[in-house]
């Protein structure tokens, strides 16, 4: 059955195709759409990494031209601890319009490769959509397969990025040295 995978990054994508290969799925369509990954630099990072899988790997793939930034942000501004569950729902529902559009009757997901990802949250959304728009979502515990990938992806030369992707999440990664920047600094002047 021809199923689309979104992917957020080549080294996600490294881990997972070979587990959807071994489950049957070995007819793909990879799919790139990540109006989270902040900033453009990071983005750009990401979709090279993708890109270079794909054609390694030679995988029939697109890469979505759109970054609509402006309405990612607006959308999780307000409420920050939900920028997750928005998250999912933003690339999952793109994700099985693509599908549909595609003619592909399955769609899946590399997000389900991370283990700091909430699986339950990511496979009931993509359930939803999945009965909204007539496809079958693809749930598959990839989670075995993460750091095979991250080897794969250094082994091949793909970027290996430090955070999840929003500006909210690079500020957790860098949490501790924020932190002691500021304590540092408490005013923001440096007296010297």
Not at 161 to 170: A, L, N, R, T, V
Request: aromatic residues 12%.
């Amino acid at each position: 059955m021809k199923t689309l995978l979104h992917c957020c990054c080549g080294p996600c994508a490294a881990g997972a195709l070979p587990q959807f290969r071994q489950a049957g799925y070995a007819d793909l369509l990879a799919w790139f759409y990540n109006p989270n990954i902040q900033p453009w630099q990071e983005q750009a990072a990401r979709r090279d990494s993708f890109h270079l899988l794909m054609e390694q790997e030679q995988i029939p793939y697109r890469i979505e031209s759109a970054y609509p930034l402006e309405a990612w942000l607006q959308a999780v501004a307000a409420q920050p601890e939900q920028r997750c569950r928005y998250c999912y729902q933003s690339r999952l529902e793109a994700a099985a319009r693509a599908a549909r559009e595609a003619g592909c009757p399955a769609y899946s997901t590399t997000l389900l490769i991370s283990p700091y990802q909430n699986h339950e949250l990511l496979r009931e959304l993509g359930e939803a959509y999945g009965k909204a728009y007539g496809l079958d979502f693809v749930y598959l515990d990839l989670r075995p397969g993460f750091r095979a990938g991250q080897a794969e992806a250094r082994q091949r030369g793909l970027y290996l990025q430090k955070y999840c992707g929003c500006i909210y999440s690079e500020k957790d990664r860098y949490r501790k040295q924020i932190d002691g920047a500021m304590k540092s600094h408490p005013t923001g002047v440096n007296d010297e």
